[in-house]
């Protein structure tokens, strides 16, 4: 085994995710930007406080349901870039895998392409339009997992709210418990 090649390899490799990497988390955040900040918000004001204001949460879970509204629609229109490469991608391979397949009509004598010729010419023509169709896949998937958590949050959020209304009303209930007790002894 020739370990100089097994390390050039994953150099390689290494370079080609990280390339990637950049690719996925520009579009990512292009379409995400605005709900990160509100998480980071969330997190820094919210979660990071022993016992944050209930204007505080009030504030954060409509700004959270706001953004989300918006996040809806720009996952699907990334989800669309996701149909049209991976359609594109799927173009490229039959495309020529069609033109291999043919490629000896009319000539006379000429062995007919196997078909494991064709798909690998096919496949190697369409590799680059496969690895655009896997950026915006995972790009997509990203997306659609910070949407997941933020409707998470957003849930959370709410029983918070919840919580804290039923508190402030039996803090509301005991003080008033109190001052009619204390007005009745006179």
Do not use: W
Not at 17 to 45: A, C, G, P, Q, R
Not at 144 to 164: F, N, P, Q
């Amino acid at each position: 085994m020739d370990i100089d090649k097994i390390n050039n390899s994953l150099d390689t490799i290494s370079v080609d995710v990280s390339y990637i990497e950049n690719i996925i988390n520009d579009i990512v955040s292009e379409y995400s930007s605005d709900l990160d900040k509100i998480m980071e918000n969330i997190y820094n004001n919210v979660i990071n406080d022993e016992y944050p204001a209930i204007n505080t949460i009030e504030k954060y879970f409509m700004e959270l349901s706001n953004c989300l509204y918006f996040m809806c629609e720009k996952s699907e229109r990334l989800g669309i870039f996701d149909s049209i490469s991976k359609s594109k991608a799927q173009e490229t391979y039959n495309t020529k895998y069609l033109e291999h397949q043919h490629s000896t009509d009319g000539k006379v004598g000429a062995k007919k392409p196997t078909v494991a010729e064709s798909q690998a010419i096919s496949e190697n023509a369409s590799i680059y339009d496969k690895t655009v169709n896997d950026l915006y896949n995972r790009a997509y998937k990203i997306i659609k997992a910070k949407v997941s958590a933020a409707e998470t949050m957003v849930s959370t959020l709410s029983k918070i709210l919840s919580h804290r209304m039923q508190e402030s009303q039996l803090v509301s209930m005991q003080t008033g418990r109190k001052i009619l007790n204390e007005e009745n002894v006179f």
